[in-house]
């Protein structure tokens, strides 16, 4: 079974400033999807940022872009210029390519707070 | 695009009564939808996995006569919490996934936050 392994229930950073958020995962499949989701308060999940296993280059959406590391099984997950807005929880997930494992296995989250 | 609206947002109900959670994709076919409870200051937990037209997989430890998914459609995937206990209250949501199945993101409700009392 995978699993996905968040290792820093909370993190702080201030206002623009970069944080980097961390995430391991186990599997044995070589193909799968890599995901960060934010939670904000509202409770709404809003994807991030997303990864695919066969790509080399390194996912990037604005301010936020991911350090994949295949052999390391490691996703993490960069914020440049951090804003007050991105104040959230974050979880990282994973989603594999074939039945059953298509479902979204989820990390336990980091709670990032954004200080002024 | 790619809109998936749960409803009710929130709901109080009495110890014993039944509750139905519903989710709808808006502007897509969702072939499959799954159903996840989160708990404060938790991560989200699978429950359950429905495609349209099969019975749902139900995830090891969930009770699936305490949690009947029904996914009759395309559009429309019902989670129903019976007899509701107050160890029921929770959070839960739904997600959807359409065409292109494992290259697409799930889309997410924006979840049901249930209290029984």
């Known amino acids: 079974a995978q699993t996905v392994t968040q290792s820093q229930p909370e993190m702080s950073v201030q206002e623009a400033e970069t944080v980097t958020l961390s995430c391991t995962y186990d599997t044995s499949e070589s193909d799968y999807y890599l995901f960060w989701y934010k939670q904000p308060p509202s409770r709404q999940m809003i994807l991030v940022i997303r990864?695919?296993?066969?790509?080399?280059q390194n996912a990037t959406e604005n301010r936020f872009s991911v350090n994949f590391q295949k052999a390391a099984k490691s996703f993490s997950l960069k914020i440049s210029d951090s804003q007050l807005g991105d104040a959230a929880m974050y979880f990282c997930a994973y989603r594999g390519y074939t039945g059953t494992a298509s479902k979204l296995t989820f990390g336990t989250g980091t709670r990032l707070q954004v200080t002024l | 695009g790619a809109v998936v609206s749960q409803h009710p947002s929130w709901v109080i109900c009495k110890s014993g009564t039944s509750v139905k959670i519903e989710c709808r994709s808006l502007d897509f076919q969702a072939t499959t939808m799954f159903w996840y409870r989160q708990f404060p200051k938790q991560s989200l937990m699978l429950m359950a996995t429905?495609?349209?037209?099969?019975?749902?997989?139900?995830e090891q430890g969930v009770e699936k006569d305490k949690f009947l998914i029904n996914h009759a459609s395309l559009t429309l995937s019902t989670l129903t919490v019976t007899s509701a206990h107050p160890e029921d209250s929770s959070f839960y949501i739904c997600s959807a996934s359409g065409t292109g199945l494992y290259n697409s993101p799930l889309h997410f409700g924006n979840g049901t936050r249930l209290t029984v009392t």
């Open positions: 429905s495609n349209e037209g099969s019975k749902a997989t139900y």
């Open positions: 990864q695919e296993a066969y790509k080399q």
